[in-house]
């Protein structure tokens, strides 16, 4: 049974819609709210800038999928799939699934975007963030989510998991330190989510990929190159949980693609961000510097330094994402 894409094109148009028309509404409410990010040490913008970007995406993720469930529940507007299942009979099924592990993402893609708001409000220890981290990735481990790598361990199954969801979240949370990388990388990363879930036949994995992917579209022309608005730590928190999730939940090791080595996919897909991470952490732990504490050795701040205009930098980078990402489905899924 084949998906028909005009479903995945209307989630991922929806939530694009949602995204860019919510924007303004949201950007005022930070400025009313005094939700803003004020100049300081290390940053480059010289006016306090509202922080509405992950209140925005998290506004075109959620709205079109409140829409579909309730036209799932009490309409009959799908078409067909190929091999004469409706959409509703396919979405039910990877609902009954899957019902856990979504709630649990729903779950942690609002307390991820809170931890992240708070530490936008009031600057939170970084101990205190990192534990609030944990906690959502344990919450979302014991939902069923998890990576197994052919390990039949589920402690260290779990604990993979949440080391990874951990470290991607905060790998995002790098990388939000010019106008449009981390929204940029975050599209990268979740549109080659939705293909791979696709092609695999994961319906509701796909949607869920296409739906944040659109979210972060509709945000992205308010981001970049100049910025009327940051993601700040609510929505690098939202973006890399989401991206971290939706890169684990396809089976990438199936009969269709039995080459093991597929089970690496998420590391193309997230390349550019843990690259990063990777390198700046072993720079200040050579530096004897404290890995939390920030600075500009980051691949975008090196690009600049080397020449490139800090837009011309983040492109560069955001190609090299997709790039790499591109790779599995000649590599893996053919």
Not at 53 to 68: E, K, N, Q, R, Y
Not at 115 to 142: H, M
Not at 161 to 169: E, F, Y
Not at 279 to 288: E, F, K, Q, S
Request: net charge positive.
């Amino acid at each position: 049974m084949t998906f028909p894409f005009n479903i995945y094109g209307a989630g991922f148009f929806a939530a694009f819609a949602c995204s860019a028309a919510l924007f303004p509404f949201w950007k005022w409410w930070c400025i009313r709210t005094g939700h803003l990010d004020d100049p300081g040490h290390r940053k480059i913008h010289l006016s306090p800038t509202p922080l509405a970007g992950g209140l925005t995406v998290v506004s075109g993720f959620f709205l079109p999928l409140i829409g579909a469930a309730i036209a799932l529940r009490y309409f009959n507007l799908f078409p067909k799939a190929t091999g004469g299942s409706t959409i509703q009979e396919l979405l039910s099924y990877g609902l009954s699934r899957r019902e856990w592990q979504l709630l649990s993402i729903i779950g942690g893609a609002f307390a991820m975007m809170l931890l992240g708001w708070v530490d936008d409000r009031y600057e939170i220890s970084p101990k205190l963030k990192f534990a609030g981290q944990a906690v959502i990735a344990l919450l979302v481990t014991l939902s069923g989510i998890r990576i197994t790598l052919f390990i039949p361990a589920p402690f260290i199954n779990t604990l993979v998991t949440l080391l990874w969801i951990v470290g991607v979240t905060n790998a995002f949370n790098f990388t939000d330190n010019m106008n449009g990388l981390c929204t940029g990388l975050g599209m990268s990363a979740t549109w080659c989510c939705a293909w791979a879930a696709a092609i695999h036949g994961q319906f509701l994995v796909a949607l869920l990929a296409f739906l944040t992917c659109g979210a972060l579209l509709g945000f992205f022309p308010f981001n970049f190159p100049k910025a009327s608005a940051f993601l700040g730590d609510s929505g690098s928190h939202l973006v890399g949980f989401l991206a971290s999730v939706l890169s684990i939940l396809p089976s990438f090791y199936s009969p269709q693609t039995p080459n093991k080595l597929a089970v690496l996919t998420p590391l193309f897909f997230l390349a550019v961000p843990l690259l990063d991470l990777v390198c700046v952490v072993i720079y200040r732990w050579r530096a004897g510097r404290p890995f939390y504490i920030g600075d500009t050795n980051h691949f975008s701040h090196r690009l600049v330094r080397a020449g490139y205009s800090r837009s011309t930098a983040v492109l560069l980078l955001l190609l090299a994402n997709t790039g790499i990402g591109f790779l599995p489905f000649i590599l893996f899924f053919r």
